[in-house]
């Protein structure tokens, strides 16, 4: 009899493991599914966001505003997406990533209300505050999302999801020029809302928490016949990380938080200005408008090449090439007298943007841990929000002065030296602080 319930005990422990197995492998099929979800919300979330600089001419045409004003309104907007940035974060933390879907909801009303704008208060309110809640957060949740769904290969994970800023820049730039060329610019803000709407509700309610948070199977935390199961447990390891708050009190915080800030001073001064700037060299506007898509392209090569390479490099020293190469880009750009070099640099500077972003955040979850990964890295994007939120006004306040971007172009080359020698001075904390 004991002979029979030892075979029956084990029996049901192969049957647990077996099953286990299975629903292992078919999570991580998923995997794949919430991957693409989280490139097509981060697509549509950035490709309206950085359509902005098209929009650019227009609205201080039709209005009138000088190009600090013109770039308060993207600056408005960006300093309320500081906020939403930490809050989208902790609220993929504690209800799942689902909330996306929400999130495109409030996008397209924003985008709709927009196109109806004919005041500065009025876009200040829906395109400054509706749209930044709608968008703010998409991106903090994405990239926590597919980080906790690939623990193995967290840069490569990353780099595929931060692909989708390029994509979208690729493709939503050159989609609004056109409509502002065939039609105008309040007809292109209707077809972006409409956009938003069929693609981010969509993409959000594909999005599942990753297996390891929803799961406690003893049997496959018992199991380590194969790397799924190993990169399981490695997970749940590190879901023990630092929360919030013990981050904050770490120096290596602090500077990743400092990285996010300077690098998007360099990359928001190119993306709201590059195209009136090329407009003021005497360019055609639907051409100029094709460096952000030149930007763009490059960039989801960027995000694949630099992801990859941090996993197999060091997020390191993938981070501080990739961000002294943007310092020389900016340089370029002050002497580029031609479209050619325009086009160049759009070439060389969406390459290693797209590139910085991925070992920036692999870093985070090496450091602190996945627990907590949607708030850290929320925080991390405030820091960002604040540079995009900075960065275009302080362009546009130098270009008011100056008649020229030499000098804004020169402070993004500042940041980015900056930026290189902070992240060599990011290093593990010996402790997690109480």
Known sequence: MKKDSALTSGHEENLSVSTDIKLAERSSRYGWVVLGACVVVVAVTFGTRYSFGVFF????????????VTSGVFSVYMAICLFMAPLGGWLGDRYGPK????MGGVTGIGLLLTSQATSLWYLFVSYGLLLAVGTGGTWSIAMATATKWSPQKRGLAAGIVNSGTGIGTMIMTPLSAYLIASYNWRSSFIVLALLAICTIIPGGLLLKRAPAERTTSPALEQSGATRRRVATKQLRTELEGFSLSQATKTRSFWFLFLTSLLY????????????????????NPLRASMLLSFVGGTTIAGNMAMGKLADSMGRKRTAVFCALVMAAAMVWLTQSTSPWMLYLFAIVFGFVYGGLTPPLSALLGDIFGLRHFGSLIGARTAAWAIGFAFGPALAGYIFDIYASYDA??????????????????????AARPR
Do not use: N, Q, Y
């Open 57 to 68: 001419k227009p609205l201080e045409t039709d209005f009138g505003w000088s190009r600090a």
């Open 99 to 102: 909330v996306i879907a929400v």
């Open 264 to 283: 998007a001073i360099c990359v928001s001064i190119v993306m709201a200005h590059i195209v009136p700037h090329a407009i003021d060299m005497g360019v």
């Open 408 to 429: 804004a172009f020169l402070v993004g080359m500042a940041a980015m030296l900056i930026t290189a020698v902070l992240v060599v001075l990011i290093k593990r904390p």
